[in-house]
């Protein structure tokens, strides 16, 4: 089991009666060593979060989109330490990680000499985070089988260990995060629409880092005084932090930091000091339109009208107001994509 970590706001707002005035959110958690700080300095995460403390005091599940490496279980993290399950256990899984025939034993745990190997019993991860929160990751790996045994133990609110007939009652609460679009999963039939309605209560947006920019300085020098770094960026260096696409997101960023802390050794960090691909920065990748790949006018207004949709966190009124139509057009539209409006 992961140690839960606290949370504290990085935010150039004021704090007041314990919560941050930006986003509402419990700056700290009670329990935990090692800060995990949200940067919410731009106004794609300042609206996350304002929107994730409206989801964090509940118990209902989240599923959280974004790029890899952009923060989801940071998030995530916040929410289980702003909800009433905070003294609870965080657990967190990579779906993409596990075996798929070891899945069901990680979930739901097993009983001595359910299989080869299993000399002694095992609880599994509901049993776990029983009373707090179950992180998954990368959910859409899921394999199928073990999406209808999840969605039967969200269901019943209880699991069976593999070898075992006996029920044991469970109470998690799900978050979980993606890369991928759910609900295209579901048109592809690489994931149960049963499931995706049942986790799908609340969604949550990631932004990806070069979305927000003014997140990047506060983020370096979060991850500079992590490494104990007792200086800070000369300006051509930060300049290359602020302009760089970051593909790798908040991941790339601050393994980026750690190779300038290293370079340094203690000086100010220089632009030479960070890694090759931020002095020459490579350069973004074509469009579809340039790249060749041509697509009809109906099939680009589909794609604006989602992507418009998905940065408004599904929110259609704000979604019409931004593309210039009325809520009911925008309705209509969506039901022609056979989306639920």
């Known amino acids: ?71 989801k279980e940071v998030v995530a993290r916040a929410l289980h330490a ?21 899945m069901e034993s990680e979930f739901f745990g097993h009983a001595r000499g359910a299989f080869t190997g299993a000399q002694a019993a095992r609880k599994g991860l509901f049993e776990t985070a029983n009373g707090g929160t179950l992180f998954l990751d990368e959910i859409a790996e899921m394999p199928l089988v073990m999406q209808a045994k999840l969605l039967r133990a969200l269901q019943d609110g209880e699991i069976r260990r593999v070898g075992e007939s006996q029920p044991v009652h469970v109470d998690v609460r799900i978050i979980c995060a993606t890369h991928q679009s759910l609900q295209q999963c579901v048109r592809e039939r690489r994931f149960r629409e049963d499931l995706y309605f049942r986790l799908k209560i609340f969604t949550l947006v990631v932004p990806p880092l070069r979305e927000r920019p003014e997140d990047i300085p506060l983020l370096a020098r979060m991850f500079l005084a992590q490494e104990s770094h007792p200086r800070d960026f000369m300006p051509s260096a930060l300049a290359a932090l602020v302009k760089y696409p970051w593909p790798g997101n908040v991941r790339e960023l601050q393994n980026a930091v750690k190779h300038g802390a290293v370079l340094s050794k203690g000086a100010a960090v220089e632009l030479a000091h960070l890694p090759d691909e931020l002095a020459l920065p490579v350069a973004p990748p074509l469009s579809e339109l340039e790249s060749g790949a041509l697509v009809t006018l109906e099939e680009a207004e589909r794609r604006h009208v989602l992507r418009v949709l998905e940065a408004c966190h599904g929110q259609q009124g704000d979604a019409a107001r931004v593309l210039g139509i009325g809520r009911t057009t925008l309705w209509r539209k969506l039901k022609g994509y056979g989306l639920d409006a």
Do not use: I
Request: hydrophobic fraction near 35%; charge should be positive; aromatic fraction near 4%.
């Open 82 to 102: 702003n909800s009433p399950r905070r003294l609870k256990p965080f657990v967190a899984v990579n779906c993409a990680a596990l075996p798929a025939e070891l």
């Open 1 to 71: 089991m992961e140690k839960q970590s606290a949370y504290t706001c990085e935010s150039p707002f004021e704090t007041g009666g314990g919560l941050c005035r930006a986003c509402r959110l419990l700056p700290e958690s009670p329990q935990g060593r090692r800060c995990n700080r949200l940067v919410a300095a731009s106004p794609a995460m300042r609206s996350l979060l304002q929107r994730a403390a409206t989801v964090a005091g509940t118990d209902a599940s989240v599923v959280m989109r974004g790029e890899s490496g952009s923060g």
